[in-house]
């Protein structure tokens, strides 16, 4: 069977949805690879080296020839049509706000299964590209600090006199909160975080950061997920944070609750509040922002309360994007290994009586296969 990589098209997008080193294990399963011309080349992947591996180049990529579109954005609306009737699509989906693709692949008659709805159980580890993906914005999160904040991260005891570590703030601590923490800590900083699930104290401690206990009840919604508070917890989890974060050298936020805008932590006033100097790294700032005024993309510079100098809020934006070969290495290997657990002697044929295939599937045999996208379709 055929299996389809084309190149990224969106603006800022630098992955790509498969290496040399997962063409071979493509290969190696009896599929034929075709990747389109430059796909790679980004993520630091010539076509040369996809030729090696067994691929062949191909320009453009002619999707009606497929069995199998591997990618990593979501489809372009418009791109289903042009995919044949039972072709399989793998990549991210982003579900709840891409309707309009969901809909054209559900039109379209093609078998769509979304990264994002991988279960997050054991068997499914390796297959997980929320959980890979967010281990590199984490990590780079605290790099986008540290090249802006205009002191060190570790203690330094020099002859010239002492430096006292950063004091690195986290908010939201699942997976890529806990990378900054580690990431962080590995710089030398002392970090401190706060998340609302019951087991993330224990998460962040074993990361090697102190656990900020706030006066509120965990906000569990199972499956390892935190549940939106309501408007007065919510206000009450802000005038909790509010001194940890006029405290904090570099505050990185991280925190989102699936399919819903990221909650509002850090307000413009509690921004204000910091030292002059500060850095506020918002991960979430593409999908709502924990921190008012950030914006993805940009750098903002807000005024300190004490006149003093400016708080730099960092919104970030396609942040695994920024370190394509790593997070393209990782991406690729979990969308290969899903790719496999449907193919057999050759031929990809999902086994729907099998949960990971049955979770991850969005769209098959003209249907919206995803109980909630179902519902948002409605
Ligand atoms: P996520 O991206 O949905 O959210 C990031 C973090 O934000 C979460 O830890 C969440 O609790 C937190 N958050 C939400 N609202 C908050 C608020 N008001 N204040 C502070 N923090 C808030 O989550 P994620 O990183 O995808 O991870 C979710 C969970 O899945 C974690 O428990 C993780 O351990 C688990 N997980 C399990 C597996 C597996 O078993 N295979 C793999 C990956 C992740």
Known sequence: MRVGIARERRTGERRVAATPETVRQLVG??????????????????????????????DPLGLGDLDVLLHVRPLAPETPARLRRGAV??????????LPTVRALRDAGVTSFALELVPRISRAQSMDALTSQALVAGYRCVLEAAMRLPRFFPLYMTAAGTIPPAKVLVLGAGV??????????????????????AASADEVQSMGGTFIHLDLDAADAGGGYA???GADRAARQRQLLAPHVADADVLITTAAIPGR????????????????????????????????????GSDVAVPTADGGGTVTIVGMKD???????????????????????????????????DVVVMDACLTHDGEVRHPATVEALA
């Open 227 to 229: 549940k939106e508070l």
């Open 89 to 98: 699509a793998i990549g991210l989906a982003s579900p709840s706000t891409e």
């Open 176 to 197: 890529a909160g806990l990378q900054a923490i580690g990431t962080a800590k590995r710089l030398g900083a002392r970090v401190s975080a706060n998340d609302v699930r």
């Open 319 to 353: 942040a695994a994007s920024t370190m394509p070969t790593d997070a393209s290495r990782l991406y690729a290997k979990n969308v290969a290994n899903l790719l496999a657990l449907m193919t057999h002697d050759g031929s990809v044929e999902p086994d729907f009586g």
């Open 261 to 296: 805008p990221a909650p509002m932590l850090v307000t413009a006033d509690m921004v204000r509040a910091m030292r002059p100097g500060s850095v506020v790294v918002d991960l979430a700032a593409e999908s709502g922002g924990n921190v008012e005024g950030s914006v993805a």
């Open 29 to 58: 399963l009896g599929l034929e690879v075709l990747v389109e011309h430059g796909a790679g080349e980004a993520s630091g992947h010539s076509d040369a080296a996809y030729e090696q591996a067994g691929a062949a180049i191909v």
